[in-house]
């Protein structure tokens, strides 16, 4: 049996004014915050007067909506729920700057660029890729003399640029320092 929409208001609106501060109580207890108390009662009573005609067809009202409230209140937890576990050890292990090895890659992609293309090709293919002579010949369309050649005029040319001559990419444990000068150049400490 439905009510008529004002009645049902009314009732509804008694119902809330004569609740409200226990519920308010109860979800501080429940939440620790003011604020957050606030929330859960109302977000109970929005739940509660959508389903106005079953809380009032239950045997305990005040039961269905605190029911109502504290199965909010566990949704609520749920969605904050941090899914790891805080402590006070760092379980991650420190992972070395890589900056000197993008300083490094970028001296020698500058070096390549000045080359030909074709002893850049033959470089490439041949040191980059780690492809056999036979392999870098077929894919240039050349021999396999033409390779050597042209791979071996490249590195020397690398060899002599002066920022790839100094370049060093330090080991494990070293620090590397940038010199100030027209060219920027690593240094290793």
């Known amino acids: 049996m439905t009510c008529a929409p004002e009645a049902r208001d009314a009732d509804f ?9 226990r519920l308010l109580r109860t979800a501080y207890l429940l939440t620790g915050h003011h604020h957050d108390a606030e929330d859960l009662a109302q977000l109970a009573l ?15 009202p005040d039961a ?14 749920r969605r904050l729920r941090v899914p790891e576990w805080l402590t006070t050890r760092f379980p991650e292990r420190s ?8 300083l490094a890659r970028d001296v020698l ?16 293919l041949r040191y980059v ?8 010949a077929a894919l240039l369309g050349t021999r396999v003399g033409t390779v050597r050649s042209r791979a071996a005029r ?9 920022a790839v001559r ?24």
Request: proline content about 5%; glycine content about 4%; aromatic content about 6%.
């Open 13 to 21: 609106r008694s119902f809330v004014l004569s609740r409200w501060a």
């Open 129 to 136: 890729e780690d492809r056999t002579e036979t392999e870098v």
């Open 64 to 77: 269905y909506v605190w029911r109502i409230m504290i199965n909010a209140h566990r949704e609520r937890i």
């Open 109 to 124: 992609t500058g070096a390549l660029q000045r080359l030909p293309p074709r002893q850049r090709a033959a470089v490439v």
């Open 154 to 162: 490249g590195l020397e040319k690398l060899r002599a640029d002066p």
């Open 166 to 189: 100094d370049l060093r990419v330090p080991e494990e444990g070293q620090e590397v320092a940038i010199r100030a000068g027209a060219q920027e150049r690593p240094e290793v400490r």
């Open 95 to 102: 992972v070395r700057d890589r900056a000197d090895h993008v």
């Open 46 to 60: 929005a739940k509660a007067y959508a389903g106005w005609d079953r809380v009032t067809r239950a045997a305990d």
